[in-house]
């Protein structure tokens, strides 16, 4: 019979075979209205090219926070993970400089002291597995975010006519985005399954202190996450971004606690986003 780990390895053999990073030179970068797709798209574009070039700071991050990780999660972020989402980024990077705006502002080498007091604690073996637990869940809600972002994004693309970008920038990349997800969800399932009580419990303690949005890092960012939340059309209750970003982790950690659909610590996150791109949108208009 197979065992997890068995399945995880296939998983990021196959994703390796099948989704090597985006040749550069197979995007056509031809846009047709710069001017007006930088207007609506370019803040969305510089968030996720940010986001994908800071894989190399998420790599540092791991190895501080997990000082022997299992060999699945090592080969997965540095042969399959990391070469294809600086590739994202290079891509995402090299399109905002063609629309005429300034290239990506990234930290790629700062580790925050949180992690690394967590990193110092991990080298005891049943923290780090409540590391792992919370590393794999960050990489759940992230990768969610990014499947649902590029979907939007994709068909606000061909909204505008901009095929060339839609089917050469956008498309290859959003499908590179599902087998990441699946990766992390792999792990969060079966390595929750391994926890004792105490982990769980500190797991569940430590992220309700600790989430925080895809790329969101400070302040600014969050506002940023924000506009970007109300571009893709995600800020309204129609869509309800938490609920889908967050379902497993709602159905493994809170599950025995009913009630809220949603755990409440992503709903108020995202919440804050939007208010602090609005509030931010109306100091800039006050401004003028
Ligand atoms: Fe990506
Ligand atoms: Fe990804």
Redesign the pocket.
């Known amino acids: 019979m197979l065992t997890d780990t068995d399945r995880l390895v296939a998983h990021v053999a196959r994703l390796g075979e099948e989704h090597p990073p985006i040749p550069m030179d197979s995007v056509d970068f031809t846009v047709n209205d710069p001017a007006g797709f930088g207007a609506r798209f370019g803040h969305v574009l510089d968030y996720m090219a940010r986001v ?1 070039l800071e894989v190399d700071r998420n790599v540092l991050e791991i190895s501080t926070m997990l000082p022997n990780p299992p060999e699945v999660d090592k080969q997965f972020y540095a042969e399959v993970w990391q070469p ?2 600086i590739q ?1 980024g290079l891509i995402l990077d090299r399109l905002q400089q063609i629309l005429g705006r300034p290239p990506a502002t990234t930290d790629l080498d700062h580790v925050g002291l949180k992690l690394k007091v967590l990193g110092l604690l991990a080298h005891l073996e049943p923290f780090q597995d409540v590391c792992r637990m919370l590393y794999y869940l960050t990489g759940m809600a992230t990768e969610r975010s ?1 499947v649902i972002a590029y979907n939007l994004l994709h068909d606000g693309v061909i909204e505008t006519g901009e095929h060339a970008v839609a089917d050469t920038v956008i498309a290859p ?1 959003k499908r ?2 599902p087998g990441h997800y699946a990766f992390y969800q792999l792990s969060a399932r079966a390595h929750w399954a391994t926890l004792a009580a105490w982990q769980k419990w500190l797991v569940r303690r430590l992220r309700r202190i600790s989430f925080a949005p895809v790329g969101v890092n400070n302040v600014t960012q969050l506002a940023d996450f924000g506009d970007v939340m109300e571009t893709l059309g995600v800020d309204h209750e129609g869509r309800d971004l938490a609920a889908d970003v967050a379902r497993v982790e709602q159905e493994l950690l809170w599950a025995r606690d009913r009630g809220l659909p949603v755990p409440d610590y992503v709903t108020r996150a995202f919440r804050e986003a939007v208010e602090a791109a609005r509030a931010r949108g109306l100091e800039l208009r006050q401004g003028t």
């Open positions: 994908e294809q989402e994202h990014a990349i590179q985005e």
